[in-house]
């Protein structure tokens, strides 16, 4: 019998937790998984700096501190180019910016809000989902096979878009947590979550977390 986990997920939408279900799931090769919704939870709404809040929270602490075997943080960086941010959340990158130091640098925020000692307490227990710069981006790979688009960063959403209807008959006009679904199935097989993971830096640097961290 499969050992049962419990992750835990922070992320700015339901969405989001979609995706992450489905990648976690197939990384794994189980999909007895139990997921529990942190943030934002069932029914409600979320978005970037709600991520920022909760890390900082005495809730992120009783989550980690309690029942639950991992914790995944995830949360796009677009906004950090295109939003208003306040001065305590501001992280300076640009569009030259290379993948692996923008993630390294919303680490160090998240780290950083959580408070460093918290973090080196429980480091093995927590993820960082870092989306460079949309999460939708790692689902390129699975509508593109030419490296060009698989590998975009931005206009991630328009990219998709273009294929969508064709594919799976909608596109992205609204959060939908259904065609989230739907779009994310093929991470649920091992070996081409593996092939996509290596066309967007992003969703690797989170597979080779998954990769270092979690045990079973």
Known sequence: METQLTI????????????????ITGFLENPNVEFTPLQPKENES???????????HEEFQEAVSGY?????????????????????YYIDISLESEVSQIVNLFREKLIELMGDTFYQAHKNKILFAISVHEIEC???????????????????????????????GFYIKSKNYRHYQKMSKKFLKPKKLKA???????????YQEMQHKISF
Request: net charge negative; with cysteine; charged share 20%.
């Open 68 to 88: 639950l075997d991992y914790i995944v943080v995830q949360i796009d960086t677009d906004f950090m180019r295109t939003g208003e941010v306040p001065p305590s």
């Open 8 to 23: 835990g997920i922070i992320s700015e939408g339901i969405t989001d937790q979609a995706l992450l279900r489905a990648i």
């Open 138 to 168: 790692w689902l390129l790979p699975i509508y593109y096979t030419a490296q060009k688009k698989a590998r975009k960063i931005t206009g991630c959403i328009d990219a998709l878009n273009q294929v969508l209807p064709q594919k799976e």
């Open 46 to 56: 979320g978005n970037w700096d709600n991520v920022f809040k909760y890390c900082a």
């Open 196 to 206: 996509y993971s290596k066309q967007n830096e992003s969703l690797e640097l989170f």
